[in-house]
């Protein structure tokens, strides 16, 4: 019995190793450091998108390579999951990329921390504007300057099933429709499917644009214009839970397991699984390109009450191309920007693949060559652009989010489904919502 | 320095210096140095392990340690702030005490739950069965893909609404639920995914039962012990130095758990928070939300209360550990 288990200090200089090294690892992954520069002679740019888009950009920068061949460019692309946190730290190394597509909700962001290059002085020479709106040019501009090149007219939409919606016998709804059409008919959806479909997935917290929408419609923003606060008041994102939860008592809206499946997960969208027949998710036809089988449709945001209806919507800039402060290669970049926003070839490439092309010259390239539904995408967001633009009552276009939107959105989006889940009350989750809304926009 | 030595040594010597005599005496003078500690060489060896110890850990660690007193967005130079971030954590961030309930809850049920079913299998495997090499590389296989992220997206389409999980249970006229994506199931998904990789306890265990005397087992026999009297009065006694060293690793590795929390929750730790362990929060406070400060301060929090229960394990194992000697 001598010569089994005794090796006391063997245990405990292994175990102890172990758990050292299992420490160390853990602590030194979180440290870093600043520095600066591109280390690559090519110009480095990087994109986040669908397989279609990373074909789009590299036909177009092919395109653009024919006519520059010295500009060497390194393309690097990944989904959206990762794609700023890898940028983060790509900063941080000092290895950040020459030229990145970035996104509307965090350009005010690395604008004001000093990452992005202002483009004002190229404008007019080498960066050709031509066309762009002065409302498009506002979701690049960031205190006065401008931080990036607006890709195309986004604009708030709803998705919607069509063909799901004619074999109910349902008929499609007017772009002048209203919060509470929308609830009529999703009652009607989930009766006449047998209560196997539900109208509208949850919108309680699913996108910040739908409540955006709803808010300015009230005369209130998501944020100051300082972005210091919220621009918004409890008794409105209290109305608007409460249409939610309204939503879902009568099963105009799904149950809260299927809207939290969705998070970070198209996949899992209530349009996509046939579970809803409209959604707040963009990403459902995002990008130039389905993921159901389904006839889809476009449809503008309800408005509160639409004879002398407050506008909500506006125009934003889809993604941007904006260039890095650290970047030696300003000056190729800003010459791929104005190639993608102008040249012919580049537009043919790109289709819709980053949103309704930005000028009407742009627009008419393509129209020829459109598929259905991106003909029909195209129009609801001609005939928002217009009206827009007619509106007399509505707000400016919203300054460029500031830092901590993201941490606001997943905010909204688990407070919606705590209530939804029924553990917290309306009531309680305001108070909640707005304290942590305070730290997060003073962190 | 030896070298000096060698030849003040070399010099008290009073023998003729004839040719083989020198030769003589630079072999022993390299003997002699050699016997003293070789000079620089063994550094030169040692040297790629001396740039990863301060290279890649301890001078991030102690980087770490100055980021968690302060400000640090990765964008811009880190600004002193004091204990600001140690204050906010236990004070001002109502998340963070999510996430420590979150992660208490999965390491209070994985742990144990591992163990056991490691311990378990270990005795089934623990016999002259013929193929049983082949039994145990299936057992241990789940824990081979260990921190795979494909596992944890299976995971995902297995505990999903119209998972497997679910049809299974239709069988059985049981209606499921999307057991990911509810907050009061989610985080047991995970403890499951934790306990069903138990291969490498499992090993551990298995080594030390094919260690235990069989003489005792022999003689505990003719004594008339059952197999329960057998386990609870010989087995688990002496093999509890095998188990505290388990539980003193799969400890440490649970509160570290991060990938299936990040890929089963798609990232977000979510529903309400129910997934999310404190290693997702950590990374997600510093890559995500540029907070690396904040997040290096958590990192040290994590460092000290592992530190602190495995201190605890070590002085608790005096009153159940048996060794030996």
Redesign the interface.
Known sequence: ??H???R?TL?RT??GL??AG?????????????GAGSTSSKLTMTWWGSDERHAAYKKALAAFQEKNPKIEILETYSGY??Y??KF??N??GGSAPDLLQMDRALVA??AR???LTPLDSYVGKSLDLTGFSKELLAAGTVDGKLYGVPSGIGISQLTANRSGLEKLGLTFPDREWTWADLKNLSVDIHKKSGGKIHGVDDGGGGTLNAFEIFAREHGQDLFTTDGKKLGFTPETLQAWWEYWAEMRKINAAPA???T??A???LT?NAVVLGKALFTFDSGVYGAGGSITDATLDFLPTPQGDWSGAREGNYVNGGVLLSATKASKRVADSVKIMSFIAQDQTAIKDMMLQRGIPPTEKARSVIAGALDATDKRNMDVADYLSKRVTKATNDLPTPAAPP??A??IW?LLF?SN??IA?G?KSIKAQLG?FFD?AA?ILS? | MTTAKTDEVAKGTPAPATPSDQRERDRMRRRLARRRGGGWWPYVFLAPWFVGLFG??I???L??LY?SFTD??????AQWVGTKNYERMFT???VFWDTVHATLLYVAVSVPLKLALALGVAMLLNRDLKGIGLYRAAFYLPSLLGGAVAVAIVWRQVF??DGLFNDFLGWFGIEG??W????DTAIYTLILLAVWQFGTPMVIFLA?LK???RD?YEAAEIDGAGPVTRFFRITLP??T??V??NV??QI??AF?TFTPAFVVS???G????STMLY?LY?YKK???????GY??AM??V??LV??GF?AVNFIASRYWVH???
């Open positions: 019995m001598g089994q288990i005794s006391r245990f292994a175990g172990a758990a299992a420490l160390g690892s853990a602590l030194s992954a979180c440290a870093g450091g600043t999951d990762g700023f946190d983060n730290t900063i941080a962001q690395y921390k000093g990452v809260p397991a299927v939290s499946a998070h970070n997960d899992k830092q901590g993201d941490q997943n688990q489904l705590a889940f553990k909640e942590q730290g962190a | 890649l850990t001078y991030p660690m980087d770490s980021l640090f967005d990765l964008l811009t130079p001002a961030d109502p999903g609404g639920q999307d990911i994506s509810s907050p030390g260690q235990l005397p005792v002496l093999l130095p095998i505290f060293f003193v690793l440490i590795d570290k798609n990232g977000t979510g529903p309400l928070n290693s950590l510093g890559f995500a939300d540029l907070q690396m997040a290096s990192a040290w994590l460092f592992i530190a495995t060794y030996d000697d």
